[in-house]
């Protein structure tokens, strides 16, 4: 049995993997019931893909906004079209686990709630997951440390009711007397997210709040994503400045990840060995987000003198040139993701194949031969007859291997090993 601490995105994401492949598992939340207020304001084109994957996206895309562009102070500074093309979503947070619940119940699970991990017992041959945010209690069970620090001490957000003449295709920043404020469209015909450093600045009457949050952003990375037979995701594994929306996709991608690891081994396909590469493949993504979002935040949103003329004079100019947007955008959809290590080999290795991205199973180009003996290790695969080199991709998207037919059988019980069937007790 998977036992996931906690039904936010990350582990509602996990799950819904999980039973894809049959898994067992079990999903408990400390809460009383689902969350009502948004946090994430958006799915990344990432996400989104991971969301179809899980058969979870749903609606969203007919309900999001699509961001055409960033204003600066009125002015356009970057085009955000090419986002809006790969996927990107204005959408509430709480719609997307609206719809992994959904799927999740679909797939003969509900959520616990008003179960706190501490009052579940784990046994031996259980798996454990801390999906449980920030202050994870598996985390700290684990005795794993959470090694960060403060990025900005006040950050107020707010959801307002407002009947402002702005186009509800873009996101506005203005800085002026007020300092600097971010100004999001949410779904709903007056509905906006107002987020500063600096104070209470607002382009003209507020109708209503609908929620309103003073919060101190922080950068942190937990020390490792694995104890034995206790792993961490999302929130729990990693947190850093909201700037650039990654926390939720980054979170769904790690459920992504570890969901069909975990069902190989679960189901005696492959060894414990396989599990380590969770980590090797996310920490790394993790660590990029935090080394991103906070020098970010602190230019665009500092208060000192130096970060201020460094913003003005230097980093919003620069948004404009189409080198500095593609690199933006490429890094913001985490459509660029690209893994290394023994999942990712040969050419492209460990790069995500676009036209198998909505795929969701294993996908084999080659010979029949090698069919069998992917299914026999994999179960599930899809197969397109080639000649020439094989090819294998991941649940996720990514080329896993690359090389001759004749090589295949030695390199998946390589990267698999030989499974330890039937399971006894596995923690370290
Ligand atoms: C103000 C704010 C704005 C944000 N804006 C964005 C954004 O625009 N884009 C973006 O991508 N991200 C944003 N984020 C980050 C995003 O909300 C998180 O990254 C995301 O919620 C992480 O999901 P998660 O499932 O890992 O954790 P969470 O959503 O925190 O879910 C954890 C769950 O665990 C439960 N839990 C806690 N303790 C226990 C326990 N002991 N036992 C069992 N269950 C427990 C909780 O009740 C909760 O349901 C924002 C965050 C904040 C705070």
Same mark, same amino acid.
């Given at each position: ?22 898994? @067992? ?35 969203? #895309? ?73 202050? =994870? ?7 794993? =440390? ?20 702005? @186009?509800?295709? =873009? ?31 607002? #382009? ?19 020390? *490792? ?24 996709? *980054? ?137 020439? @080199? ?35 007790? *596995?923690?370290?």
């Amino acid at each position: 049995m998977v036992i996931i601490a906690g039904a936010g995105p990350t582990g509602l994401a996990l799950a819904c993997g999980l039973r894809q492949y049959g898994v @067992d598992v079990r999903v408990v939340d400390a809460a009383d019931r689902p969350a009502t207020t948004s946090r994430a304001l958006g799915v990344q084109p990432r996400g989104a893909e991971v969301l179809y994957r899980l058969g979870a996206l749903g609606d969203l #895309p007919d309900k999001a906004i699509r961001l055409d562009a960033l204003r600066l102070n009125g002015v356009q500074r970057l085009d955000l079209r090419p986002m809006a093309g790969a996927g990107a979503l204005i959408a509430s947070q709480t719609w997307v686990e609206a719809r992994l619940r959904d799927r999740l119940s679909a797939l003969g699970v509900e959520v616990e709630w008003g179960t706190p991990i501490s009052e579940v017992p784990v046994s031996d041959d259980d798996w454990l997951v801390g999906c449980d945010g920030a202050h =994870s209690a598996v985390r700290k069970m684990a005795g794993i =440390s959470f090694d960060g620090e403060a990025v900005m001490e006040n950050f107020l957000l707010r959801d307002v009711h407002a009947r402002w003449d702005l @186009d509800r295709s =873009s996101v506005h920043i203005y800085i002026n007397d007020g300092g600097l404020t971010a100004i999001f469209p949410l779904p709903g015909d007056d509905l906006w997210r107002v987020m500063s450093p600096d104070g209470r600045w607002a #382009p003209g009457e507020i109708d209503a709040v609908d929620w309103e949050s003073t919060f101190r952003i922080h950068k942190r990375l937990a020390s *490792t994503y694995r104890r034995g037979n206790v792993f961490l995701a999302g929130d729990a594994a990693h947190i850093h400045s909201p700037l650039g929306g990654q926390g939720m996709n *980054t979170g769904l991608g790690d459920a992504e990840n570890l969901a069909w690891k975990l069902a190989l081994v679960v189901q005696g396909r492959a060894s414990e060995k396989l599990l380590d590469t969770y980590e090797a493949e996310r920490r790394p993504i993790a660590a990029a987000v935090l080394g991103s979002t906070t020098p970010a935040t602190r230019i665009s949103m500092g208060s000192g003198r130096v970060q201020r003329l460094l913003r003005d004079l230097v980093v919003f100019p620069a948004l404009s040139l189409p080198p500095v947007q593609r690199l933006i955008i490429g890094f913001a959809s985490q459509l660029g993701v690209k893994y290394s290590g023994p999942l990712a080999v040969g050419k492209h290795g460990g790069e995500r194949m676009p036209a198998f991205a909505r795929t969701g199973k294993w996908v084999l180009a080659g010979p029949s031969t090698c069919l069998e003996v992917a299914r026999d290790r994999l179960g599930d695969v899809v197969h397109h007859e080639r000649a020439g @080199d094989t090819l294998l991709v991941r649940p996720d998207g990514h080329m896993a291997w690359r090389g001759p037919s004749e090589r295949f059988s030695a390199w998946l019980n390589e990267v698999l090993g030989v499974p330890e069937t039937p399971r006894l007790t *596995t923690r370290s």
